[in-house]
């Protein structure tokens, strides 16, 4: 949970709510109870926990340091929109973050472990008592360049891993991502999740593999936090149904999709806050039309 | 119809058949039978012209110019199989190509031109007495930088575009895909296919859209003449099943992505000329598989 400011070829935020953990948490929390695990600062606004709480996710794992600032972040977004440069990075609370897993938490059966160091996302598996029935996985390449040995640690103890098809080819030393799905699977998670952006996502398992296509939209506002959007809708929909099936995982990748393309038409969670399920419904309509097609034909 | 020598991170070919017209001849003389229009020079073997008329592909409208050389292309890919340099053209034959339409062809409802010179394509369309049910243009970035004002001529006169993606940009001056589309179809055509090479194809039409994704693989051999054979399996499809409608045209991107995923196991028209229909009906169920979702259990 941080503050993020942003730039886009479509204007400027103010310095406004972030972070993967409340991405995932205004996400996930369509489909599931969510608990939720982080730390922020005195300077984090009382009404933003409060208007997760209302949504029904609990913060009894939420460390506030009330003399400390929060995570900041600033970048500005190229033309593509894929990439973009990084104007300011501040750690503040993260810099020493070790998350508590309270006793509450403990009948959690789904995880997700945002971006983060590797071995802190792996002291919150530790810290589970009973193994959860799925543990998913995001992270990115400079956790490669900086911490390898620890990010394969981690990678070895989850079921899903997440991450671009770059970090995909870094990790793996493989170009093609067929075969870098395999080499990841080797390291640990079952699941590999490749994540192209505007092109979509891959689900590898096995010698199975399936794609859910971005959906194309006039204008993408603001991409922050879609990865992490996706990773909520994917996690929220397998924790709501508890099938953690190949088949079911499918679905749950569509879903991720359509609440990633809320996420970024506009600055960061605005459009998150704005949605229900009969947008969310909606939407899934469309990415059945984008797909759907009739091989009898043939 | 032309020669090619193809350079790639896998291997360097000698001098092999390759042209537009040739890929989509190979391909959709699966579906249907084909009227080939096009020229070659002395040099170009008989026993290629009489593989292809074995396949049911009609070569009244291919001239032979005895004296002349056939059209050469020779070009280098890089790493991400996306991007390539041209290292050699001659024109030969091509720089006074004029295509004749012999009186036999004039029964053809289905009309595929060839990335070629607009003022070329649009001489078909001419000499053609009865306008056909369907014509489909591929063109490129080319022939947007110095033939503009043809290619605007020609582009009134059909029903279907395929570019690929930047040359959507280019040509409709607008950056997301779904606005370039809009834009394109107001200069003539009203369905536009933007080609994402590995990240699969988008069919446009008024306010709908379908995605097809190119099928992930292991080794990317060669891509040369994958959109063309993308056309072939596009145009096959509705000359076979003579329905124009927008679903049958999901079907038809289906089936020439299927066929691209051939093209580009090897070196040029090689893997198209081993296949046949349990090849093809065996990928298209690995496309099935690919992107069918159960959306109930949402």
């Not at 971005?214 to 936090?225: I, K, M, N, Q, S």
């Amino acid at each position: 949970m941080a503050f993020d400011a942003i730039e886009t070829p479509f204007g400027k935020s103010d310095k406004i709510i972030g972070g993967a953990g409340t991405y995932i948490a205004w996400c996930a929390s369509n489909f599931t109870p969510v608990k939720q695990i982080s730390v922020v600062g005195g300077d984090f606004p009382q009404s933003e926990l409060d208007a997760l709480t209302a949504r029904g996710v609990t913060l009894e794992g939420v460390q506030v340091k009330k003399d400390e600032k929060t995570f900041f972040w600033s970048g500005r977004y190229h033309m593509d929109m894929n990439t973009r440069d990084t104007l300011d990075t501040q750690l503040n609370v993260l810099a020493n973050f070790e998350p508590v897993v309270p006793e509450s938490y403990q009948d959690c059966e789904f995880l997700m472990l945002g971006n983060l160091l590797p071995s802190v996302q792996r002291s919150v598996i530790e810290q589970l008592k009973t193994r959860p029935k799925l543990i998913v996985m995001d992270t990115m390449n400079f956790w490669m360049e900086v911490a390898m040995d620890e990010l394969k640690k981690t990678l070895a103890m989850v079921d899903v891993l997440m991450v671009n098809d770059s970090e995909a080819r870094q990790l793996s030393g493989e170009f093609s991502l067929v075969k870098a799905a395999a080499v990841i699977e080797k390291m640990g998670p079952h699941f590999v999740i490749i994540k192209k952006g505007e092109h979509g996502a891959l689900l590898f398992h096995e010698n199975k593999v399936f794609f859910a296509p971005a959906l194309p939209l006039e204008d993408v506002f603001d991409p922050t936090g879609a990865g992490d959007t996706f990773a909520g809708g994917f996690i929220g929909h397998l924790a709501k149904t508890r099938d953690i099936s190949f088949e079911n995982m499918k679905t749950a990748i569509i879903l991720g999709s359509a609440m990633a393309s809320f996420c970024v038409e506009k600055f960061g969670t605005q459009r998150l806050r704005e949605i229900g399920k009969s947008d969310i419904d909606a939407r899934l309509e469309q990415f059945v039309q984008l797909v759907n097609f009739d091989i009898d034909l043939v």
